[in-house]
């Protein structure tokens, strides 16, 4: 919750890796919330010393229970409070002075529910500040350590699926939602570590638990169910931290719509982010987003297998070509590469099965089942010839019997080990144990052939996004940069301010005389544009304010009186500044570039093509502030309209380099000034063909605190 | 195959619904293929009699073996055929002969093969014709019809998951796929009356099939994989059929994508109609198109359960808030109201359980399943006073337990009776007993929140277009109507054939003389463009044969000299018609009318917003022609830049009725001569604001078999 960290504020091992423990409002009843974790640690692995607090009992479920955590003994890392919310403070207030490490709270009460909760909520938060001592929910499910045996939860679901360690952390800030998703990924065979579920987070929040994962040995694959996040940056630091650990997080941010907005917002107390800023935060690092707790699950469960490519080339092995056909629409869809086999190994294979097909989809047919080894020499030709970076085979019921899948395991051993970092999908109808067999011998198995291809596509997106780089740090801005503005100013200082920071504006010149304007005109030597220049006249086109296309010096004479007279005559009150004189630019595509302020992540920067693209399709994308040339290439690559960039109906390509150095310095100067401003607007940023550059013409820059209509 | 129907063709129903059957190439074996139908059929339910034929033995699974069909004592209604390809060919004479209704075709080696097999296969088609007997496959997984036991197939699916009876029925064109599609509909709990894989098409096809369920009281939903149709009427008719009867249709058509079209050109020997035409088609006809096997089977599953409402508003229901969110993002996605309960009921609800989410998602929170009856209430409210169309409930693994499960269903027993036209779906996750239970209570139970939405869509979209009305009959051409031409012509001569069948062009008039202009625009009265007239000249504007915008006699004049100069200084060899002189419409919003005569469908009408949104986005929509005035609206909505249409940027709306009224006699037009052309272009299409009507500025239409670059 805070950014301020207390001198002796505890690790997060104290919550998540405990070595002794209590609980506190323990009960003799293992179906209450303080019975159910009680019973869990005492049945289970957890091997270090577990206290009972009650003040009411002498022991509980056969261990003696204190009258409070000031009377155990021992030293307690970490607690689970389940006693009433009214009590809860003063129960945190003992931990603390206990020296308890991490507390976590079942209760709920707090901020979910009225006034009293949110205050209550609020000193927990400063209890946790002052003393250091780490505080889980409340209002929560709480965590588990899969590893250590410290199940420190009442959900049930841990009862039906007992933990098995592996690969997986899991953060949830929903309980309800958090169980469900333990269960089923239990169910499936995915293997988890670390299960945590953050509920109203007084103190710990998701990200820091992001962070935690991102540094954990065990943790391969970090799954993130949220809301909506209140401390952005903290968000962005463990979401890098995760991505240069190269740790694949897959991530499901539900409230996309407006009606899950509402129903988030009217669920916790997040404030929520909107959400193209975090598709631009998730895009930055690398992160998966997914729509369901399926697909998350798929992925994690082909993340668990360990191999992720950074090649495009999908391999498609069927023995239907239907469904070769099918994975192939897929893998299309899901940007994959389907390249065709080499010819000389399509002859090959044609030797081998004369009706096979062997372009890839390769499809064996169903005969092939009959003598694995022709699949087998299928596959090696694949590997070695294709040169395929993931494979996805169709097998279906067929080899989802025990005596096939013994024989298809085996043979397929040396080919499965001589190419582990390809991951190797299998779609099979199967029992579970068979399943098992299968996943034993590192392949991944879901039933559904799209799914199979959906989630080797994003292995490949964690693989290749691995291999990109990060910037080190953000390029520095221009000595003479000019500072953001405090007040709204026109749009010729504007221009200026973003011009010393490096981005190309139209040449523009504020004229006072006839004279002025002629002679701007003269140092710029190429059609320019008059406007006239008053914070009192709004219309200006309407009155005769604007002259376009002028060029030379008897029309810019003209120009300039007629336009002057026209402002007087409309508006006899207004201040008149002058007329702006400034370069015309027809030569080039319109954009848009732009900056929102986020309440959230801070400044965000925004790319679109102009025109119908941004005002009917709304076709920009965004990426928080600062990033590097690169990520402005990928950002600019996103737009859905972009091959007018690349020069659609004849056109010249455009200077789509100049956009990303634009883009760059904008959002230095963004981040730089991030408690400044509220808003940018460099609209239309004119971009010229390769080669010539780009440049803005008319800009805005919103201050903070300012309102605009 | 063939759209000649033979006087004594036999109808679908000796292949699908036969009381007499024999299997020839009948196998003591009855893991071969001509052995394991013959032991289908002997130890299942089929009733009436089953004869083996096979020339070698005496008896075959303990019943005696004819020579051949020949001398089968009794009548046959239907074959199994599972000899050696060269002997087919004799073996269905021979049936024919006898007076076989129809024969399912296992053997392989026809026209996925060689020429011979091309060959042998074109024969067998000829047989069909010739005597009416009616040829499932060659190449086939067979067929089966669970109600009758007639189990013509070799898939060892049905061997694991027996056949139940159920309002299912399913059409393949692969077998493969169809059997994976039959196993893991049938583990899920789909039950399938009929299920047919039709292979190489020789006589029977798809549509068929389609139409025979479509007309079969059993059938109540329809599920069919294709991979590319080559009797495009018949699977139009087959679809109209379906649709009149209310039945839904859950289609599959792989090959969206390049590589997945090249695949199933490899696979199959269909010729695959191009994919927007598919979409086109099941927009017209309410079919409902899936991408994956799994999507297909959770709308089979939910169909089946029998509502389809024609309201789009959907309750979700949540145990926990997180999932109630994701759900309404779903619920968005797919175009659903995620209503509001009324304000009142709000109060209300909060009474009951103050800590609820009240609006829509509705939280009962997980507490609400230590009292069903709050769930009840809860639902009770959604339904009377919330009046949604269909409900989503997310219960998770709380719900999974056989106490819970009894306790639920009893509970909700009245609620769901009461509303019996409301699809109820749960996201539950249980064993599969546990999920038979609620779906015999009459829940759909699927196990993802997100899925469960989208089916709940699914059945909506059916539910809404069985409301529409399909056009009686085409709208008539007017009685002067022209005809398509048989050769190129100018884009005049074009322009005077389309507006003949009410669709409106711009004025325009040929002028051979300076004076013909003038006096044409004389009769105009409005801004017009000069363009010259030669089929000679190609690069009119780039020569200056074309100008804009005139408006009085004295620049008309002028600029048919100038045009006429030009056109005799670039090319002076060139044959010039003269100019032409058409009025400008210059306060439209441009949009393209267009028609391609897909070889497989036939005609097919294009609309799209013109510029960016065609070129760059590809913004277009098709209708197979012949359609009515409400199908051209649907189409016209369903474009990207729609709001382009709406008023886009201060502008007015347009005149879209005009837009739908042109589609509709384009597509009459293009159906009554559907013989002749081969594409028309009405690019631009100008449309005016609402009320001022609309009008074509530029058309070709391109004749069958000319080649145009």
Partial sequence: MSNKTPMNRRPLSKLLDPKSVAVIGASDDAKRIGGRPLQYLLKGTFSGPVYAVNANRETVQGIPAYKTILDVPGEVDAVIIAVPAAVVIQTVRDCAKKGVGAAVIFTSGFAEQDTQGVEWQSELTQISNKTGIRLLGPNCLGTFNAKTGWLATFTTSIDQYPVRPGPIAIASQSGAFGSHLYTVAAKRGVRCTYWVTTGNEADVELSECIAYYAQSPEVKVIAVYAEGVRNGPGLRDALELAYRNKKPVIFQKVGRSGAGAEAAASHTASLAGSDEIYDALFRQYGVFRVDSIEEL????????????????????????????????????????????????????????????????????????????????????????????????????????????????????KDIREQYVNAPMILSIVAPDDIV??????????????????????????????????????????PPNVMQAPDKLRGEDECRKILASAGIPMANSELARTAKDAVSIWQGIKVPVALKIVSSDILHKTEIGGVALNLNNANDIENAFNRIIEAGKTHYPDAKIDGVIVSEMITDGVETVLGVINDPIFGPAVMFGLGGVFVEVLSDVTFRLAPFDITEAHRMISEIKGIKMLYGARGAQPSDINSIAEALVKLSVFAHKNAEKISSIDINPFMVKPEGKGAAGVDALIIPNGVEVN
Same sequence: chains 1, 2.
Avoid: W
């Fill in 297 to 412: 699950l798929d992925i994690a469960l082909a993340c668990q297998a360990g191999a992720m490519p950074s090649g495009d080339k999908i391999g498609l092995l069927t023995i239907s070509g239907g469904a070769g056909v099918q994975m192939a629409d897929t893998a299309e869809a899901s940007g994959l590469n389907v390249a065709e086999m080499p010819i000389e190994q399509q002859k090959h294979l044609k030797e081998l099965i004369p009706f096979a097909g062997v372009r890839n989809p390769v499809d064996v047919t169903a005969q092939a089942l009959n003598d694995l080894t022709l699949i087998k020499r299928f596959m090696e030709s694949m590997m070695e010839f294709g040169g395929y970076d993931a494979v996805v085979a169709f097998f279906t019921v067929v080899a989802g019997s025990r005596v096939i899948s013994e024989q298809l395991i085996e043979t397929l």
């Fill in 436 to 477: 098992r067999d299968y996943e034993k011998a590192g392949y991944t198995i879901l039933e559904d052939p799209a799914r199979a291809v959906r989630a080797a596509a994003a292995l490949i997106h964690f693989g290749t996004s691995f291999e990109k780089n990060l910037a080190a740090q953000a390029p520095a801005l």
